[in-house]
T-cell receptor, first 112, second 116 residues
Framework: DVKVTQSSRYLVKRTGEKVFLECVQDMDHENMFWYRQDPGLGLRLIYF???????EKGDIPEGYSVSREKKERFSLILESASTNQTSMYLC???????????FGPGTRLLVL | AQKITQTQPGMFVQEKEAVTLDCTYD???????LFWYKQPSSGEMIFLIYQGSYDEQNATEGRYSLNFQKARKSANLVISASQLGDSAMYFCAMREVKNTGNQFYFGTGTSLTVIP
């Protein structure tokens, strides 16, 4: 079974703090994704990566950056957290054109 | 334009009845994939069913079936014999294959409540 883990289930941060969200997968998948999920808006793609050190902007990259130094690890960075970044963050991985995406358990981030 | 449209923010169904959750999609690609996911209140996304654009038969997985109407660009999820545990958010998604890899597009979701 594919396992995707995220560093925290719940996180509370202050405005202006630098926030790191980590995602680790154990199936050697090439593609990794970060989404944020907000009520009524569904999942929106922030960034994705199709190889080590490669990254592509998704639909809402502003205020975020990512890092993929190793194939199994994809980090989402909030350089200076703001209250409008309070959300649920989901990491996902996939490999190939037919497979589904496999999701981590999500991180609920609250920025005060 | 929205890539995936789910027009039902909330649905109710009586236990043991069937329910259809609507999904329409927008793409100019010939090759694409359609997915449905379930998200219980715990937050994890659970893959339910997949339909490829070239698949002629509707996909089925246990009590889930996907009613694929390519000309209408619709991919509705049918849940038969609803159970209380089916109460959750349901998301329709589409995969397009890009030069830089696959990209998924998700709908806004439908909240399903199963009534005893």
């Amino acid at each position: 079974d594919v396992k995707v883990t995220q560093s925290s289930r719940y996180l509370v941060k202050r405005t202006g703090e630098k926030v790191f969200l980590e995602c680790v997968q154990d199936m050697d998948h090439e593609n990794m994704f970060w989404y944020r999920q907000d009520p009524g808006l569904g999942l929106r793609l922030i960034y994705f990566s199709y190889d080590v050190k490669m990254k592509e902007k998704g639909d809402i990259p502003e205020g975020y950056s990512v890092s993929r130094e190793k194939k199994e690890r994809f980090s989402l960075i909030l350089e200076s957290a703001s209250t409008n970044q309070t959300s649920m963050y989901l990491c996902a991985t996939d490999q190939g054109a037919v497979e589904t995406q496999y999701f981590g358990p999500g991180t609920r981030l609250l920025v005060l | 334009a929205q890539k995936i449209t789910q027009t039902q923010p909330g649905m109710f169904v009586q236990e043991k009845e069937a329910v259809t959750l609507d999904c329409t999609y927008d793409t100019s690609d010939q090759s694409y994939g359609l997915f449905w996911y379930k998200q219980p209140s715990s937050g994890e996304m659970i893959f339910l069913i997949y339909q490829g654009s070239y698949d002629e038969q509707n996909a089925t997985e246990g009590r889930y079936s996907l009613n694929f109407q390519k000309a209408r660009k619709s991919a509705n999820l049918v849940i038969s014999a609803s159970q209380l545990g089916d109460s959750a958010m349901y998301f329709c998604a589409m995969r397009e294959v890009k030069n830089t890899g696959n990209q998924f597009y998700f709908g806004t979701g439908t909240s399903l409540t199963v009534i005893p």
